[in-house]
C-alpha cells in the first residue's frame, strides 16, 4: 500500500512539471512573437515598423517647408596682430646696448623709453652741432659788427658783405648738422648725454618681442622691440567659395577660440577676399575683433560663426537640422510614407542657419521627415 501511493505521487508531480514546462515554453513563443512582430523591416527600399515601435523610440515628424534663409557660415581660422595697432621699434643706429628698461609681456604707454643706445656716429654728429653753433654765433656777431662799422663809414661794404655771406654758410651747416642728428637719432636722442640715443615707445601697447640685451652691439638695422596693442586683433577665417555670397562688410560673427570655447568673443566682418585659392577653393575673410578681455592671443586657432546679413528674396527649400543624418557618407533624411513607413532619401544640402538646412534637391515642400527617432531608424538599414 506504501509503494503505491508512493508512485502515484510521483506521477503527480512529473505532471506539474511537464505542465510548468509546457506553460514556460508557450509564453516564451508568445514574447517572442511579440518581440518579433515589433522589429522594423525593410520592404521595397522603405522602412515598415509598428505602432508600438514609433512610440517606444518617441518619432516625431515635420513638414518641409519654404522661406528666405540667412545663412550662418561656419568657419575655422587664426588670430592675428591688426597692423594698425602694431610696431616694430628698430635701433636706427649702430652702439652698444647701454640699458634696457622693459621686457616682453610689460604694457608700456606711447613715449616710453626701452632701452639706450651708446652711438659714436651720434655722438661725433652731436659733437658737430655744438662746434658749429659756437661758429654760426661768431659769424653772427662778426656781420653785426660789419654792419654797424659800414653805418659809422668805419668799414666797407664789401667787407660787410663777406661776413653776412661767413654767417650764411655757418647758419647753412648748423642746419645741415642738426638734420642729420634728427635723421640718425629720429628726435630720440638726448642733448645733455652726448651719443646716447633712446628707443620709444611709439604707440601704447604690450612688448610681445625683445631682440636686445644689455652690452649688446647691434647694427642700425637691428629690429628691438615688437609690440601690439592686442586689445584690437584680427581673425583670418577661409570661407569655402559656395558660402562667400552670402557674407558682407559688417556682418556680425561669434569668435570662439578652440581652446576655451566657454567665451564667445563678437567681432565683424572687416574684409572679404576678392581671390580664390584654387586649391582649397576658399577666400579669406577678415573679421575685427575687440579683445579687451584678453581671451584671444595672435596664433591662437579659432572657430567662427558668421550671421549673414544677406538673404536673397528667393525662397529657399528648408528642413529641421535635426531630420538630416548621413548614410555612407550622404546626407540622408527620413520621408514619411504613410503612417507607419518611411523612405530613406538622399538629400543634396545648401547653406544653413544653425535650426534649418537648405535643401537643393531630394525632398518637396510638404513632405514629412522624421526629426526624432533618426537614430534609431539609421539603425535598421544596418540591421
Avoid: C
Avoid at 15 to 24: D, E, P, Q, S, T
Amino acid at each position: 500500500m506504501s509503494r503505491r501511493i508512493k508512485w502515484i505521487g510521483a506521477l503527480s508531480l512529473g505532471a506539474v512539471l511537464i505542465f510548468a514546462i509546457a506553460m514556460v515554453a508557450a509564453s516564451e513563443k508568445e514574447v517572442t512573437a511579440a518581440l518579433t512582430s515589433d522589429v522594423p523591416r525593410v520592404e521595397e527600399g522603405r522602412i515598415v515598423f509598428s505602432k508600438t515601435f514609433a512610440e517606444r523610440i518617441g518619432l516625431t515628424s515635420d513638414v518641409v517647408g519654404e522661406a528666405p534663409l540667412a545663412p550662418i557660415v561656419s568657419a575655422v581660422g587664426m588670430v592675428t596682430f591688426d597692423p594698425r595697432y602694431v610696431a616694430r621699434v628698430g635701433t636706427r643706429l649702430r652702439g652698444l646696448i647701454r640699458d634696457v628698461r622693459h621686457y616682453e609681456g610689460e604694457v608700456v604707454e606711447k613715449g616710453t623709453i626701452l632701452a639706450e643706445i651708446d652711438s659714436p656716429e651720434l655722438g661725433e654728429a652731436q659733437a658737430q652741432v655744438t662746434m658749429l653753433s659756437a661758429q654760426a654765433e661768431t659769424a653772427r656777431r662778426d656781420a653785426a659788427r660789419e654792419r654797424s662799422l659800414v653805418e659809422r663809414n668805419l668799414s666797407t661794404i664789401r667787407e660787410a658783405e663777406e661776413a653776412a655771406t661767413e654767417e650764411e654758410s655757418y647758419r647753412s651747416m648748423l642746419h645741415a648738422a642738426t638734420q642729420k642728428v634728427k635723421a640718425l637719432a629720429g628726435g630720440n636722442a638726448d642733448a645733455r648725454a652726448l651719443g646716447v640715443h633712446y628707443l620709444i615707445a611709439p604707440l601704447t601697447g604690450t612688448i610681445v618681442e625683445r631682440h636686445v640685451t644689455k652690452g649688446e652691439l647691434v647694427d642700425g638695422d637691428h629690429v628691438a622691440f615688437l609690440i601690439a596693442d592686442l586689445t584690437h586683433l584680427w581673425v583670418e577665417l577661409d570661407v569655402f567659395e559656395r558660402s562667400l555670397a552670402a557674407i558682407r562688410v559688417g556682418d556680425q560673427v561669434t569668435v570662439r577660440a578652440l581652446a576655451r570655447s566657454g567665451h564667445p568673443i563678437q567681432g565683424r566682418v572687416a574684409q572679404v577676399g576678392a581671390v580664390i585659392d584654387p586649391a582649397t577653393r576658399s577666400a579669406a575673410v577678415r573679421i575685427e575683433v575687440d579683445n579687451t578681455e584678453g581671451h584671444l592671443r595672435p596664433g591662437q586657432a579659432v572657430d567662427a560663426k558668421i550671421q549673414a546679413a544677406h538673404a536673397d528674396d528667393v525662397k529657399s527649400t528648408l528642413v529641421p537640422a535635426a531630420a538630416v543624418t548621413f548614410v555612407d557618407g550622404n546626407p540622408t533624411v527620413f520621408v514619411l510614407d504613410g503612417e507607419l513607413a518611411v523612405r530613406p532619401t538622399q538629400v543634396t544640402l545648401g547653406d544653413t542657419n544653425g535650426d534649418m538646412k537648405q535643401v537643393l534637391s531630394g525632398v518637396q515642400v510638404g513632405d514629412r521627415v522624421v526629426v526624432r527617432g533618426v537614430f534609431e531608424l539609421k539603425s535598421e538599414l544596418f540591421r
